[in-house]
């Protein structure tokens, strides 16, 4: 291999690295037409014996490196391919290099150990051990690490590879223990956090920790260096013990506590600029003091001097003659005599406007009165009394912006429209205004009276037209009355009460029109008068009427307020929690049935889905572009909740059609209830599924390690068919892996089969395709 080859569309630039398992060459590649360059890392691995690749050495590799790839922090693998009889394989570029013989900044290497420690937390939630963590296998992409090459990691289980690998400056003591002794030692994940320990000393004093080998096993360190960072010395005493059961026990503890020694540093940096800039503050105040002193120090010589001039026009004003003095005597005593009769006069002022205010009241007062007289009956006041107007409560709004100003001219009826009943009978007219007005406050008054009875009246007959009428003309009269709000209000939810009940004059639209009415009148009688216990009680049972128990609530704890004795208020208010907590727990319940019936129609169309958005990726991954993995789960997601939209409406409209259209109600009701029913039985296989169904993927896996195939074949097959968590991916993996088994156990064409699935559902899949390869040998030869 040589600058400038061409391997497929990577072009070699030149050769990074050279080890033990092969060659790493930087390569370019044209990102399609038009397109910009894009550098890679392309490993070319070496065989056993340099004659030929080791297959299953590499496919383990690819594997491995396959599930580490969703992470920041760990290189990514794009590729893989056999040339010119060496294995391939393409990753991440990474421009900044290793980390080895180089050094940072103690800021930016805390930086760096924290993002390794991310991607080791990563990898041992996999699970997988690394085994290789030092300062090579670290590189900088874009100022982020990255932990690389994964040639020597493995998934971490029963089967745990027990030799040496890795280098051994950076292995456990209890490798090296075990390794002098000829001893067989089960990696696990503290192996890793160890030689992430040795690494982190490494980059920080520029020295490993241990000079031999004998020194690891005795955990023998290095004596630190004088300016070693003192806030570290714990942190290494406890990451490095001899003891592996005192040291961190997983990379998120190791993590936490790097956090909390940068931030103990950076606290204490803060302290220190907090005192620096509060020296300056006070060097600044301090410059500005001296400042002012100077400035009051030639103020008070100022003033001293204006003093020694005043002193000497005192002098001078003394010597004025006593006639001045008795002159301005005698005009002092004439202006405190002035000042004496103008308090007289302000008295005299206050005690007329206290009468006149007194006068006002009692006028007010006087056309507030709305009760009727004693000695008219109800019989006189039908037969003296003229018809409301029957466009009275039409203009009730407008009256009631009126206000009490402008004299009395605009508190009198207007003239009254003829209405069928009253033939040409007419309301009269106001009386003319005298001078005083007192004529027009007294026919006011009386018409108010009248007005009022008579809607008290047509209340009791349960003529709640002619009641809104009559309260409306008072309403119109005086748009300050509570009462008549209040009764107007009475009025109105009567009248819903008889729109909503069976018969000839049922319009439950109107009946709630007549509700709100009823609240409007009512919420305006509370503004206008806010300590009538009453108006809070009819607004609250309107409420309650209307189910609306949260303001009924509301309304009965202020009647409760102004008069703890109501017992009504208080039955009502229970009675309304009670409806209330009925109302919740209806609601919720609601939205449970709701949910069940939107997954017992979703499940079974999402199942029918799920291949065509399989089929839609893969179409848009191979004959349009190839997002990546991410991209990939992205478009499978995406397509999979169009379809099952798309068929779910379809579901949706055919029952509505049926029931809507063709009038068939039974056989939508059917359907809905078959739906339901889908939907319970959705829910609790899902329930099942995620929480107590054994995990068939990872049974096979299990199963084929220890190359019992029919085991693996078995787990994987269920794994595809009944494990919803498989179901929510386009991956290939449980066909690819099924196929291993089958090829394993001897069945060439199933695993054939299997693996077909896998490259048409991944073609993009190296293991899938080099894996169809073998098995289409494999079957040849047979």
């Given at each position: 291999?040589?600058?400038?080859?061409?391997?497929?569309?990577?072009?070699?630039?030149?050769?990074?690295?050279?080890?033990?398992?092969?060659?790493?060459?930087?390569?370019?590649?044209?990102?399609?037409?038009?397109?910009?360059?894009?550098?890679?890392?392309?490993?070319?691995?070496?065989?056993?014996?340099?004659?030929?690749?080791?297959?299953?050495?590499?496919?383990?590799?690819?594997?491995?490196?396959?599930?580490?790839?969703?992470?920041?922090?760990?290189?990514?693998?794009?590729?893989?391919?056999?040339?010119?009889?060496?294995?391939?394989?393409?990753?991440?570029?990474?421009?900044?290099?290793?980390?080895?013989?180089?050094?940072?900044?103690?800021?930016?290497?805390?930086?760096?150990?924290?993002?390794?420690?991310?991607?080791?937390?990563?990898?041992?939630?996999?699970?997988?051990?690394?085994?290789?963590?030092?300062?090579?296998?670290?590189?900088?992409?874009?100022?982020?690490?990255?932990?690389?090459?994964?040639?020597?990691?493995?998934?971490f289980d029963k089967t745990q590879s027990t030799g040496l690998g890795g280098s051994m400056m950076y292995?456990?003591?209890?490798?090296?223990?075990?390794?002098?002794?000829?001893?067989?030692?089960?990696?696990?994940?503290?192996?890793?956090?160890?030689?992430?320990?040795?690494?982190?000393?490494?980059?920080?004093?520029?020295?490993?920790?241990?000079?031999?080998?004998?020194?690891?096993?005795?955990?023998?360190?290095?004596?630190?260096?004088?300016?070693?960072?003192?806030?570290?010395?714990?942190?290494?005493?406890?990451?490095?013990?001899?003891?592996?059961?005192?040291?961190?026990?997983?990379?998120?503890?190791?993590?936490?506590?790097?956090?909390?020694?940068?931030?103990?540093?950076?606290?204490?940096?803060?302290?220190?600029?907090?005192?620096?800039?509060?020296?300056?503050?006070?060097?600044?105040?301090?410059?500005?003091?001296?400042?002012?002193?100077?400035?009051?120090?030639?103020?008070?010589?100022?003033?001293?001097?204006?003093?020694?001039?005043?002193?000497?026009?005192?002098?001078?004003?003394?010597?004025?003659?006593?006639?001045?003095?008795?002159?301005?005597?005698?005009?002092?005593?004439?202006?405190?005599?002035?000042?004496?009769?103008?308090?007289?006069?302000?008295?005299?002022?206050?005690?007329?406007?206290?009468?006149?205010?007194?006068?006002?009241?009692?006028?007010?007062?006087?056309?507030?009165?709305?009760?009727?007289?004693?000695?008219?009956?109800?019989?006189?006041?039908?037969?003296?009394?003229?018809?409301?107007?029957?466009?009275?409560?039409?203009?009730?709004?407008?009256?009631?912006?009126?206000?009490?100003?402008?004299?009395?001219?605009?508190?009198?009826?207007?003239?009254?429209?003829?209405?069928?009943?009253?033939?040409?009978?007419?309301?009269?007219?106001?009386?003319?205004?005298?001078?005083?007005?007192?004529?027009?406050?007294?026919?006011?008054?009386?018409?108010?009276?009248?007005?009022?009875?008579?809607?008290?009246?047509?209340?009791?007959?349960?003529?709640?037209?002619?009641?809104?009428?009559?309260?409306?003309?008072?309403?119109?009269?005086?748009?300050?009355?509570?009462?008549?709000?209040?009764?107007?209000?009475?009025?109105?939810?009567?009248?819903?009460?008889?729109?909503?009940?069976?018969?000839?004059?049922?319009?439950?639209?109107?009946?709630?029109?007549?509700?709100?009415?009823?609240?409007?009148?009512?919420?305006?009688?509370?503004?206008?008068?806010?300590?009538?216990?009453?108006?809070?009680?009819?607004?609250?049972?309107?409420?309650?009427?209307?189910?609306?128990?949260?303001?009924?609530?509301?309304?009965?704890?202020?009647?409760?307020?102004?008069?703890?004795?109501?017992?009504?208020?208080?039955?009502?208010?229970?009675?309304?929690?009670?409806?209330?907590?009925?109302?919740?727990?209806?609601?919720?319940?609601?939205?449970?049935?709701?949910?069940?019936?939107?997954?017992?129609?979703?499940?079974?169309?999402?199942?029918?889905?799920?291949?065509?958005?399989?089929?839609?990726?893969?179409?848009?991954?191979?004959?349009?572009?190839?997002?990546?993995?991410?991209?990939?789960?992205?478009?499978?997601?995406?397509?999979?909740?169009?379809?099952?939209?798309?068929?779910?409406?379809?579901?949706?409209?055919?029952?509505?059609?049926?029931?809507?259209?063709?009038?068939?109600?039974?056989?939508?009701?059917?359907?809905?209830?078959?739906?339901?029913?889908?939907?319970?039985?959705?829910?609790?296989?899902?329930?099942?599924?995620?929480?107590?169904?054994?995990?068939?993927?990872?049974?096979?896996?299990?199963?084929?390690?220890?190359?019992?195939?029919?085991?693996?074949?078995?787990?994987?097959?269920?794994?595809?068919?009944?494990?919803?968590?498989?179901?929510?991916?386009?991956?290939?993996?449980?066909y690819l892996e099924r196929g291993n088994a089958y090829l394993g156990s001897g069945s060439v064409d199933?695993?054939?089969?299997?693996?077909?699935?896998?490259?048409?559902?991944?073609?993009?899949?190296?293991?899938?395709?080099?894996?169809?390869?073998?098995?289409?040998?494999?079957?040849?030869?047979?």
């Amino acid at each position: 291999m040589n600058k400038d080859d061409w391997i497929r569309s990577y072009q070699l630039k030149d050769e990074i690295g050279r080890g033990s398992y092969g060659d790493v060459w930087r390569a370019e590649k044209q990102m399609g037409f038009g397109g910009g360059r894009v550098h890679y890392a392309l490993k070319f691995l070496r065989g056993k014996d340099e004659s030929g690749v080791d297959i299953e050495k590499v496919i383990g590799e690819i594997a491995v490196w396959i599930k580490a790839n969703a992470h920041a922090n760990i290189i990514s693998i794009r590729d893989a391919f056999i040339e010119q009889g060496k294995y391939v394989i393409v990753s991440d570029y990474a421009d900044g290099g290793s980390l080895k013989g180089k050094s940072f900044p103690r800021e930016t290497i805390f930086k760096i150990m924290d993002e390794v420690l991310s991607g080791i937390e990563f990898l041992h939630g996999v699970p997988i051990i690394h085994r290789d963590i030092k300062p090579e296998n670290i590189l900088l992409k874009n100022g982020i690490a990255c932990i690389g090459d994964f040639g020597l990691a493995r998934d971490f289980d029963k089967t745990q590879s027990t030799g040496l690998g890795g280098s051994m400056m950076y292995c456990s003591p209890e490798i090296i223990r075990n390794e002098i002794d000829n001893l067989d030692h089960e990696r696990t994940p503290l192996d890793d956090l160890w030689a992430t320990s040795v690494t982190f000393y490494q980059i920080l004093t520029g020295e490993a920790p241990f000079r031999k080998m004998g020194d690891i096993a005795k955990c023998k360190r290095e004596p630190l260096s004088p300016d070693f960072p003192a806030e570290l010395t714990g942190f290494f005493e406890r990451a490095l013990h001899e003891n592996r059961e005192k040291r961190f026990q997983s990379a998120g503890e190791m993590r936490k506590a790097l956090y909390e020694i940068v931030s103990a540093e950076a606290k204490f940096t803060r302290i220190i600029d907090d005192y620096q800039k509060r020296f300056q503050e006070l060097q600044g105040q301090l410059e500005q003091t001296q400042r002012q002193a100077e400035k009051t120090n030639r103020n008070l010589l100022e003033e001293k001097r204006r003093g020694e001039e005043l002193k000497a026009a005192l002098g001078k004003l003394e010597e004025v003659s006593a006639a001045d003095r008795k002159a301005s005597q005698n005009l002092q005593e004439q202006i405190e005599a002035l000042q004496s009769e103008l308090r007289e006069l302000r008295r005299t002022k206050d005690a007329v406007t206290a009468e006149n205010e007194k006068l006002k009241a009692q006028q007010t007062a006087a056309g507030r009165i709305i009760s009727p007289p004693a000695q008219t009956t109800g019989a006189e006041n039908e037969r003296l009394l003229p018809l409301p107007p029957e466009n009275a409560e039409k203009s009730s709004d407008s009256a009631a912006s009126n206000t009490e100003s402008g004299g009395a001219e605009r508190l009198l009826p207007r003239p009254l429209k003829q209405t069928e009943n009253e033939d040409n009978r007419l309301l009269p007219r106001p009386p003319k205004t005298t001078g005083d007005g007192s004529s027009s406050s007294s026919a006011s008054l009386d018409l108010a009276v009248s007005y009022y009875s008579r809607g008290e009246m047509a209340l009791r007959r349960k003529d709640y037209n002619q009641a809104i009428n009559h309260f409306t003309f008072i309403i119109n009269l005086s748009p300050q009355d509570a009462d008549a709000y209040h009764k107007r209000g009475i009025a109105y939810r009567q009248r819903a009460i008889k729109h909503r009940q069976t018969g000839p004059d049922y319009n439950f639209k109107e009946a709630l029109a007549n509700y709100d009415k009823a609240l409007a009148d009512f919420t305006r009688a509370i503004e206008l008068d806010g300590n009538k216990a009453k108006f809070y009680y009819d607004r609250g049972l309107t409420h309650y009427q209307k189910l609306d128990y949260k303001e009924t609530i509301a309304d009965y704890k202020a009647v409760l307020d102004i008069d703890p004795d109501w017992t009504a208020a208080r039955d009502g208010l229970k009675e309304a929690k009670r409806k209330r907590r009925g109302e919740i727990a209806f609601g919720f319940i609601g939205v449970i049935m709701v949910s069940i019936f939107v997954i017992g129609l979703i499940v079974p169309t999402y199942l029918l889905a799920h291949p065509l958005a399989s089929f839609t990726t893969v179409f848009v991954k191979t004959e349009i572009y190839n997002f990546g993995p991410t991209g990939e789960t992205i478009a499978f997601v995406v397509t999979a909740i169009l379809y099952t939209l798309l068929f779910g409406g379809i579901s949706g409209y055919l029952i509505y059609f049926i029931e809507e259209e063709l009038l068939i109600e039974w056989l939508s009701v059917s359907m809905l209830v078959v739906v339901f029913i889908i939907g319970l039985f959705s829910v609790g296989y899902l329930a099942y599924a995620f929480f107590l169904m054994p995990n068939y993927y990872q049974s096979a896996r299990e199963c084929y390690e220890k190359k019992d195939y029919a085991c693996a074949v078995e787990n994987y097959t269920r794994t595809v068919r009944w494990y919803p968590r498989y179901w929510l991916t386009a991956d290939n993996a449980a066909y690819l892996e099924r196929g291993n088994a089958y090829l394993g156990s001897g069945s060439v064409d199933l695993a054939v089969r299997d693996f077909e699935k896998a490259v048409r559902l991944n073609p993009n899949d190296p293991q899938a395709v080099e894996r169809l390869k073998i098995a289409n040998q494999a079957g040849q030869k047979k």
